[in-house]
């Protein structure tokens, strides 16, 4: 069984920092893909930023120049340094791993973390 694990979720001042970190557990082969989505009251889950296991990163036109998603592949874990925080940067933020491969298996499947709360105040 894949889990996710994120961690670093918080209370933070507009214009103040925040690290969430994601670790994927489970006799994991390879991760295509990691990334991070968030989710705000009433809207739609949105995707923030994604980075492939050779270090191709996407990210959402909102956070561009104020998010860095970064992967450590030796331990199955991704990161997301949030600065200039802003209001509506305020959700619940899902890890993400897509196209997972495990332990005598050749199948691929996709995997959630349980949301992490990220609430900023302006």
């Known amino acids: 069984q894949v889990q996710l694990v994120e961690s670093g979720g918080g209370l933070a001042q507009a214009g103040g920092s925040l690290r969430l970190s994601c670790a994927a557990s489970g006799s994991i082969i390879m991760i295509s893909r990691m990334g991070w989505y968030r989710q705000a009251p009433g809207k739609q889950r949105e995707l923030v930023a994604t980075v492939t296991s050779d270090a191709i990163t996407v990210y959402a036109d909102s956070v561009k120049g104020r998010f860095t998603i970064s992967r450590d592949n030796t331990k199955n874990t991704v990161y997301l340094q949030m600065s200039s925080l802003k209001f509506e940067d305020t959700a619940v933020y899902y890890c993400?791993?897509?196209?997972?491969?495990?332990?005598?298996?050749?199948?691929?499947?996709?995997?959630w973390g349980q949301g992490t709360q990220v609430t900023v105040s302006s």
């Open positions: 993400n791993a897509a196209g997972v491969v495990k332990s005598g298996s050749w199948l691929r499947a996709d995997y």
